[in-house]
T-cell receptor, first 112, second 116 residues
Framework: DAKTTQPNSMESNEEEPVHLPCNHSTISGTDYIHWYRQLPSQGPEYVIHGLTSNVNNRMASLAIAEDRKSSTLILHRATLRDAAVYYCILRDRGSTLGRLYFGRGTQLTVWP | DAGVTQSPTHLIKTRGQQVTLRCSPKSGHDTVSWYQQALGQGPQFIFQYYEEEERQRGNFPDRFSGHQFPNYSSELNVNALLLGDSALYLC???????????????FGPGTRLTVL
């Protein structure tokens, strides 16, 4: 299933950077690392994904450890709108199965 | 461009009743997945429909069934409702089982089902 470990909760102040960690020590060579977030009263939304190299998009950056056993989602300047539950998910690219395995995620609180 | 839509938004039923939830996928998407999210938990995969057939199924009893229509919209049916079926039911859509270009699934806002 999920095979990832995340802290239950984290806090940040507005406009400060946030580093959300995820451990995935049993990751396989074909597993991509996906991040989704769920804002209050909404469905999950895609944030970013990567395989080996660090990735950047308009929402966030993903830093992947060299051994791929951990990764960090980086929000460069947290806003109040970034308060959400963040899910780190492994996706086997070698599989045609489209299901996502969600854990409990990390509840991020952003203070004004 | 309309995203994933779900109806109804909220629903209250009593034990033993049956319920039908509806989902319209994002424009251009042909695959629909359903998830159940209990309070304080992450979403759990129920099943996925592609080409009007159930392609994958999670660990849910046969009381949970679904359907996909030719226009790619989908329904989730739950029979003989139990108190434990109270949850947020999420629908996700993609182009194929996975979106080959972006490798993402797009979620709707969900239907909140309360079973009394």
């Amino acid at each position: 299933d999920a095979k990832t470990t995340q802290p239950n909760s984290m806090e940040s102040n507005e406009e400060e950077p946030v580093h959300l960690p995820c451990n995935h020590s049993t990751i396989s060579g074909t597993d991509y690392i996906h991040w989704y977030r769920q804002l209050p009263s909404q469905g999950p939304e895609y944030v970013i994904h990567g395989l080996t190299s660090n990735v950047n998009n308009r929402m966030a950056s993903l830093a992947i450890a060299e051994d791929r056993k951990s990764s960090t989602l980086i929000l460069h300047r947290a806003t109040l709108r970034d308060a959400a539950v963040y899910y780190c998910i492994l996706r086997d690219r070698g599989s045609t199965l489209g299901r996502l395995y969600f854990g409990r995620g990390t509840q991020l609180t952003v203070w004004p | 461009d309309a995203g994933v839509t779900q109806s109804p938004t909220h629903l209250i039923k009593t034990r033993g009743q049956q319920v039908t939830l509806r989902c319209s996928p994002k424009s251009g998407h042909d695959t629909v997945s359903w998830y159940q999210q209990a309070l304080g938990q992450g979403p759990q995969f129920i099943f996925q429909y592609y080409e009007e057939e159930e392609r994958q199924r999670g660990n849910f009893p046969d009381r949970f069934s679904g359907h996909q229509f030719p226009n790619y919209s989908s329904e989730l049916n739950v029979n003989a409702l139990l108190l434990g079926d109270s949850a947020l039911y999420l629908c996700a859509s993609s182009l194929g089982p996975w979106d080959e270009q972006t490798d993402t699934q797009y979620f709707g806002p969900g239907t909140r089902l309360t079973v009394l």
